[in-house]
T-cell receptor, first 111, second 109 residues
């Protein structure tokens, strides 16, 4: 069964550094998403992406965040200058219809 | 701001019993509703989707939707220890999912 994959599984970085989180959505899906979950809190929407552009973003997705689909398979989330409060699990999801399927997540720790 | 509320605390159920989870949502225009299961440190895994009023059954799981009351529920019959997890209610609006904070279920052998 096709799955969303994400790399790396864990990332530790220093505050102020840039990180890139990578995702490979399910191959025939057209909509891609990033969500995050701070430890002990709810899953929060960050951004949705369709047809090579952002279709919607939340108030969390400020100028330090960007997304890109650099080739036909990868979908990336870049955090330009990480802050302590960016420490969270970051989930990529994709869909071709109603149901969003989630990748295993990247645990980001900002020190 | 679209809100999804799951207010009950951790639920402990004996193995073989029924676990009942509830969720309310604020956006009356919502059309798609989902229950995800999340094990500790893992990603959300889809359990059920429901789009129309009434009940939808899939194996040991039954989702119930009442759009007039803005209420979604999940029943887990014959609960197993492997059902011990956090169950997330999610409502789709504007192509994004809004999640509740989740209900932890502990199935006691």
């Amino acid at each position: 069964e096709p799955e969303v994959t994400q790399t790396p599984s864990h990332q530790v970085t220093q505050m102020g550094q840039e990180v890139i989180l990578r995702c490979v959505p399910i191959s025939n899906h057209l909509y891609f998403y990033w969500y995050r979950q701070i430890l002990g809190q709810k899953v929060e929407f960050l951004v949705s992406f369709y047809n090579n552009e952002i279709s919607e973003k939340s108030e969390i997705f400020d100028d330090q965040f960007s997304v890109e689909r650099p080739d036909g398979s990868n979908f990336t989330l870049k955090i330009r200058s990480t802050k302590l409060e960016d420490s969270a699990m970051y989930f990529c999801a994709s869909t071709s219809g109603e149901t969003q399927y989630f990748g295993p997540g990247t645990r980001l720790l900002v020190l | 701001q679209k809100e999804v509320e799951q207010n009950s605390g951790p639920l402990s159920v004996p193995e073989g019993a029924i676990a009942s989870l509830n969720c309310t949502y604020s956006d009356r225009g919502s059309q798609s509703f989902f229950w995800y299961r999340q094990y500790s440190g893992k990603s959300p895994e889809l359990i059920m989707s429901i789009y129309s009023n009434g009940d939808k059954e899939d194996g040991r799981f039954t989702a119930q939707l009442n759009k007039a009351s803005q209420y979604v529920s999940l029943l887990i019959r014959d609960s197993q220890p492997s059902d011990s997890a956090t169950y997330l209610c999610a409502v789709k609006g504007n192509n994004r999912l809004a999640f509740g904070k989740g209900n932890q279920v502990v199935v006691i052998p």
